[in-house]
């Protein structure tokens, strides 16, 4: 039984086109997270919800639009997809976001802007 | 600015041949220091946290140390299991921020 799911796994996409990634966690967490990876493995912070309010919003461009509709789920919504936003999305939950320490996350998804 | 810097960036171990991993932090208002672990394709897997200087702790082959400014994880004998990056990373004012890793592989 996954504790953190997201689909989908892969996006293929163009330039100019609109996608959406779905995350669910089930176990019990309050606050949710994405997290962009990008080619050089680097794991940076864009948004963090908890108990469905936005308490993170990294400096990340308007394009991106989260939305939590209860605690156990967590979207991302990007408009206009450019070149630079292909990378690996994860989506994490903790317990605690106070320090936002031991994150669990989900398997990723893999996004290529064509 | 934070900064968490690991190194290497890359190691290569025989078998049972025992190697450290370092992550040199700048941080201000320190909550935790955190290891991970990330498998290829998959999400990274939390190893340790630490939260003050002279701290250790061990799960298996792995034992994870911290200093103010510094922290080690120690892989002991490793098995080529213990393939895989290991991510540090530090907690400050609710934000998590990560190093670029350390990618190990061991050869039987």
């Known amino acids: 039984d996954t504790a953190v799911s997201q689909t989908p796994k892969y996006l293929v996409t163009q330039m100019g086109n609109d996608k959406s990634i779905k995350c669910e966690q089930n176990?019990?967490?309050?606050?949710m997270y994405w997290y962009k990876q990008d080619s050089k493995k680097f794991l940076k912070i864009m948004f963090s919800?908890?108990?469905?309010?936005?308490?993170i919003n990294e400096t990340v461009p308007n394009r991106f639009s989260p939305k939590s509709p209860d605690k156990a789920h967590l979207n991302l919504h990007i408009n206009s997809l450019e070149l630079g936003d292909s990378a690996v999305y994860f989506c994490?939950?903790?317990?605690?976001?106070?320090?936002?320490?031991?994150?669990?996350f989900g398997e990723g998804s893999r996004l290529t802007v064509l | 600015e934070d900064q968490v810097t690991q190194s290497p960036e890359a190691l290569r171990l025989q078998e049972g041949e025992s190697s450290s991993l370092n992550c040199s932090y700048t941080v201000s208002g320190l909550r935790g220091l955190f290891w991970y672990r990330q498998d290829p394709g998959k999400g990274p897997e939390f190893l340790f946290t630490?939260?003050?200087a002279g701290e250790e702790k061990e799960k298996e082959r792995l034992k994870a140390t911290l200093t103010k400014k510094e922290s080690f994880l120690h892989i002991t004998a490793p098995k080529p299991e213990d393939s895989a990056t290991y991510l540090c990373?530090?907690?400050?004012?609710?934000?998590?921020?990560f190093g670029a890793g350390t990618q190990v592989v061991v050869t039987p």
């Open positions: 990373a530090v907690s400050s004012w609710g934000k998590l921020q």
């Open positions: 630490l939260y003050s």
């Open positions: 994490a939950s903790s317990q605690d976001p106070s320090w936002g320490g031991e994150l669990f």
């Open positions: 176990l019990g967490h309050d606050t």
């Open positions: 919800y908890n108990n469905k309010e936005l308490i």
